[in-house]
């Protein structure tokens, strides 16, 4: 079973290093969070999982890392400047500002006061001066999602590949929403990260690859130990959906604070593209956008059948990498009862997401030789590129055990006094079933390679 509260995960991750509070000496910022050296591990091997998933494994896909600032044009013609608001109220009595769709009752959660003012629309986009002057003439924004500057490079990928549809453009990074009221932890944050791809689609054929998707990204999550029985459909009504999308299913996970959407998969149809295409053209468009006075672009294909020019549909599943984190180290957590009666604190994490892949424990932490060795069959381990292999000194196996327990750590290697004066052997100990079996040094890396496979 995975973690019965919040409190359970938060109080883990601070304790053993995986998430802080951002600006914590100083008071904290509200909605923003940092990742601490096992949060970036747990981090880095979820959205590297992503990359090889959607990219290397794929032949129909490229990647794309583009700046985070962005051209106040792309989010006009996007319908963001218009439309990425949530509804906002205020409470005329303590003055504290809330989502009017997240108040149970119409009452302020703050005081308890009903004496709130109508909702009104609260734009989420973060903006920034840019160059020198700050008089208000030039700023940029800072991305709300990653997926515009798909868009706006669309035909220099599309140039610089000699792509074909249906393909798609990958991309990881962070993404800003100035959130009413953050909350839950890092499920709802202004300063966050997105994985997003999105893969364009001859028109008609864009129904077909939606629920496609929607079945490969169950998969992928299920790879990464979020079991899709913990998922949800949710198919968006038409009244919910955004502006863009013709239609919606998010994946809603079972998170401790309850289940919502720790991915969306969008058919945003020719909306984006179109948007950002120069007015007059030989093509159609048939989404309700905006005549583009601005671009100079022509983000359209040839249809190979000599149909002339298409404006692609485009579907997109984009999942929150704060949101996965959560939802994995959520599945992870477990805690047992042991024979002895005693409790340990398990995160099962499967072998390629775990932060620390091998730890290294010398038995005596003063004893040259052991130490030696020990020191000696990390370096040996670490070069086989599975990630962190850590080499601990602390002296006390049993501690070591149990702190990589409660990080995941999937193995632990001990250097003992047989290692190093009878036999060139070491126990490896198996974080799952406890068991500790005897390797030789010699076949050490076959063994780590074989778990990792
Ligand atoms: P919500 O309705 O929960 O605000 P959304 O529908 O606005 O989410 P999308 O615009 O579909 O979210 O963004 C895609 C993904 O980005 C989400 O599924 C989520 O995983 C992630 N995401 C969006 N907003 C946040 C946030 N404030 N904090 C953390 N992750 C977020």
New binding site residues.
């Given amino acids: 079973m995975p973690a019965s509260s919040m409190e359970e995960l938060v109080s883990l991750c601070k304790r053993r290093g995986f998430i802080f509070q951002s600006s914590d000496i100083y008071g904290g910022l509200q909605g923003l969070y940092d990742y601490g050296p096992l949060g970036v591990e747990l981090k880095n091997n979820l959205k590297a999982a992503w990359w090889r998933a959607m990219v290397y494994e794929r032949d129909d896909v490229e990647g794309l890392d583009a700046a985070i600032l962005t051209n106040p044009l792309t989010l006009k013609y996007s319908g963001h400047e218009e439309t990425f608001t949530d509804p906002l109220v205020d409470c005329r009595s303590c003055k504290a500002r809330h989502r009017a769709d997240h108040l149970d009752e119409q009452k302020c959660p703050a005081c308890g006061s009903t004496d709130l003012t109508e909702p009104r629309p609260f734009n989420l986009m973060f903006k920034t001066a840019m160059g020198p002057v700050d008089d208000g003439s030039s700023f940029a924004y800072l991305r709300p999602?990653t997926a515009q500057a798909i868009f706006t490079n669309f035909k220099h990928v599309l140039d610089s590949t000699s792509r074909r549809l249906p393909f798609g453009i990958a991309q990881v990074g962070k993404a800003f929403?100035n959130?009413i009221t953050p909350r839950n932890f890092i499920?709802?944050?202004?300063e966050?990260e997105?994985m997003e791809l999105e893969f364009f689609v001859q028109p008609g054929s864009d129904e077909a690859w939606h629920e496609q998707w929607v079945e490969n990204r169950l998969q992928w999550w299920d790879a990464q130990g979020v079991n899709r029985n913990r998922i949800e459909l949710y198919r968006v009504p038409a009244d919910e959906l955004a502006h863009y999308s013709k239609a919606t299913v998010d994946l809603m996970y079972h998170f401790p604070h309850g289940v919502?959407?720790?991915?969306?998969i969008a058919n945003r149809t020719d909306f984006d593209l179109g948007s950002h295409t120069k007015a007059q053209g030989d093509y159609e468009i048939s989404a309700r956008v905006t005549p583009n006075k601005d671009s100079n672009a022509k983000l359209a294909v040839q249809d190979p059948d000599g149909g002339g020019w298409v404006v692609p549909y485009v579907i997109e599943p984009?999942?929150?990498v704060?949101?996965g984190f959560l939802a994995v180290l959520n599945e992870a957590y477990r805690v047992e009862t042991l024979d002895n009666g005693s409790e340990r604190t398990v995160l099962g994490f499967r072998p390629h997401l775990a932060p620390i892949k091998v730890a290294v424990v010398p038995l005596k932490r003063n004893h040259e030789g052991i130490v030696d060795k020990a020191k000696g069959i990390k370096q040996h381990l670490q070069a086989l590129g599975l990630g962190r292999i850590l080499y601990e000194n602390t002296g006390n196996i049993g501690k070591a055990y149990r702190r990589h327990d409660e990080i995941g750590t999937p193995l632990c290697v001990t250097v003992d006094f047989q290692t190093i004066e009878e036999d060139d052997s070491v126990t490896v100990r198996d974080r799952d079933t406890m068991t500790q079996e005897r390797i030789a040094v010699a076949a050490l890396a076959d063994y780590v390679q074989g778990y990792f496979r």
């Fill in positions: 999602e929403r959130e499920f709802r944050v202004r966050f997105q919502e959407e720790l991915e969306g984009s999942a929150g704060d949101r």
